[in-house]
């Protein structure tokens, strides 16, 4: 049996709406809320289905509204109000495995539990009733949207079905019960209010349709189940699913259980080959991403055939040596996807040893040091053997109004860094492969040479960016810190020094250190507000995979540095605020540090994950 490892009883609705749980699909759809069920994004909902894996995300089935005897367990924020306030009968939420919501109404105890079908936009509604009795009656509300946004109703046609109805517009929706029956009396419910949308500055008010009931008259005890469903017309066999969605679950494996799920729940389908999108609710497929996230998500766990499958989902998409930046848009404005790439196939080759990946991508490697290795207008290799590359190639690549907030145009330190390690690494795979590597040794040598020009004897750190020189204190200089032999070891240790002092919070590095007049500690507002303050001091956990990797290399992996790395990846292991079982993309820079951005972000949960197992 699988144990609960989440429990929670809300001592509030605000309690409670502070955290968001979701549950996947391997498609890139999901089912997610909050803790006491209510709905405070637009990208909330019981089905949110993706029509064209990963993406075309559309939220069709909203939420359901329990009542037991005309007492409602549903909790909406309207103009002025949350009503009704069904939390106040809410038990206990858990997870084990799925999410559970547990309710008592007098002798009366109701158990809803929640989950998908693996590779289907169909999600399973199960309750369990004990000593019922009276009627129960449930409220589908239904819309046919992007989950991106609140919007108005469109025109939705109804064809009621023995036990449910389907549902047509821009998809359809067919929702089905193998016990209820079904009442179709269609209403448009008015007003409803999403808290974290209007926050964000985004559309946070919109109306709901409920095509009807669902009704059950209750005497003793009773199960049934409610079908949301894009495809499937019949009621499945919902005990089947329940065992077979349960053993998947229970068969994952990875250094922290908890993140076990959120670890699966970014590997998803795109053109029947493997991907990993970047984080819930509204990421798809990022190169860098999914590059940076591949080891931690998949070969920690020794889901090696997954991971090769990623591998060559992403080389079919280069272009010209170049990853892409979005898989979906086809755009390749990244200068560093690419060696992330390297990185990754490297990884792979060292846990999985096997060496018939590497030979077949192996062109592609060849390709991505020959893009690198000669000049391009976006980026590519100086007469010094340094990468230049343009404003906002990098991981640090918000724009505001068209303008980036983080340019770092010039010759940065972290993709001079990778480049270097990824020649050194292209190296040992040659030498498994029995290819020559004198080309990829001779740029190693002039890379490193070259890069001690990063070194900044006044700030005992490295310049952010060279030609032209940026002093800024920013985290990227740690990836290089984390590089055994491209720096003295007592430079790389001056830099865990300085990142430590300067940007170190309980929950990752700052993007930017406080003392710098630019900082902005807060990452919150309309669009505007938060992509100024992205990179400009914000946290991303993301970063303490590079930051524990130099913790432990300029302490030879001592047992100290290997404690001491545990101690500080605690935090966000017990991390109860936001995301239910995983990690934030962000926090803020300025103190309590509240989660930000996406509640479930795919190198968050990674570079945690390896960073844990590594410290081991």
């Not at 469109?154 to 359809?172: M, V």
């Not at 204190?473 to 032999?485: C, E, F, G, K, W």
């Not at 491209?486 to 430590?500: A, D």
């Not at 970063?543 to 290399?553: K, N, W």
Request: glycine share 8%; with cysteine; proline share 6%.
């Amino acid at each position: 049996m699988t144990p609960t490892i989440y429990a929670l009883t809300p001592r509030s609705y605000e309690d409670g709406a502070a955290r968001e749980w979701l549950a996947s699909n391997g498609l890139g759809g999901y089912a997610s809320a909050t803790a006491i069920g209510s709905n405070t994004r637009s990208y909330h909902g019981l089905l949110v289905a993706a029509l064209k894996p990963p993406t075309n995300r559309w939220l069709l089935l909203s939420t359901l509204d329990e009542e037991v005897n005309g007492v409602s367990l549903a909790n909406h924020q309207y103009p002025g109000v949350i009503h009704p306030q069904g939390f106040l009968h809410l038990r206990e939420f858990r997870i084990d495995p799925f999410p559970k919501f547990i309710y008592s109404l007098g002798t009366v105890r109701i158990e809803k539990t929640i989950f998908m079908i693996h590779g289907e936009n169909t999600t399973i509604i199960g309750y369990r009733i004990s000593n019922g009795q009276g009627s129960m009656r449930i409220f589908p509300l239904v819309h046919s949207r992007s989950f991106h946004a609140a919007s108005d109703l469109p025109q939705i046609r109804q064809e009621p079905q023995a036990r449910g109805t389907r549902l047509k517009s821009s998809c359809k929706l067919v929702l089905i019960s193998d016990r209820a029956r079904y009442i179709p009396q269609e209403t448009v419910y008015y007003n409803f209010e999403y808290e974290e949308e209007r926050r964000r500055g985004l559309a946070w008010r919109e109306n709901l349709l409920c095509p009807g009931s669902f009704e059950l008259e209750l005497a003793g005890d009773a199960d049934f189940a409610i079908v949301a469903s894009t495809s499937r017309s019949s009621m499945p066999d919902v005990e089947e699913e329940v065992e077979k969605e349960t053993a998947r679950l229970g068969a994952l494996r990875a250094p922290v259980r908890r993140l076990a799920q959120a670890a699966d729940s970014f590997l998803v389908q795109r053109d029947g080959k493997k991907s990993i999108i970047a984080g819930y609710h509204w990421f798809d497929d990022w190169g860098r991403d999914a590059m940076i996230s591949l080891p931690g998500l998949l070969l920690i766990s020794q889901r090696f055939e997954d991971a090769a499958a990623v591998l060559k989902s992403f080389a079919c998409a280069m272009k010209n040596g170049v990853l892409p930046n979005d898989l979906g848009a086809k755009s390749y404005n990244t200068a560093d996807a690419s060696l992330w790439f390297i990185q990754a196939v490297y990884a792979y080759y060292d846990q999985s040893h096997d060496i018939s990946l590497v030979r077949l991508l192996w062109p592609k490697l060849q390709e991505v040091l020959r893009r690198y290795s000669s000049a391009g207008e976006d980026f590519g290799m100086d007469k010094d053997g340094l990468i230049r590359s343009g404003p906002a190639l990098t991981w640090m690549d918000a724009r505001v109004s068209g303008r980036p907030v983080t340019s770092r145009a010039g010759k940065c330190c972290e993709i001079n860094a990778l480049w270097y390690f990824g020649l050194r690494k292209m190296e040992a795979l040659a030498e498994a492969l029995g290819e020559p590597c004198e080309w990829e040794c001779a740029l190693a040598n002039d890379a490193k040479l070259s890069y001690q020009g990063f070194w900044n004897s006044e700030t005992g750190c490295l310049f952010d960016v060279i030609d032209p020189e940026d002093a800024s204190i920013r985290p990227n200089q740690i990836i290089a810190a984390a590089v055994p032999d491209l720096l003295p070891t007592i430079k790389r240790k001056s830099i865990l020094e300085v990142v430590t002092r300067e940007l170190l919070t309980p929950f990752g590095p700052r993007t930017l250190s406080p003392r710098d007049p630019r900082y902005i500690g807060r990452y919150e507002g309309g669009p505007w507000q938060r992509d100024s303050a992205y990179h400009q001091g914000t946290v991303w956990p993301w970063l303490m995979g590079p930051y524990v990797d130099a913790l432990l290399s300029v302490n030879d992996h001592s047992n100290e540095s290997r404690r001491l790395a545990r101690s500080l990846l605690q935090p966000l292991l017990e991390l109860d605020a936001g995301g239910v079982n995983t990690i934030p993309e962000v926090f803020d820079g300025d103190l309590p540090h509240r989660p930000g951005g996406c509640i479930s972000q795919a190198w968050s949960v990674a570079e945690v994950l390896r960073a844990w197992a590594k410290a081991a």
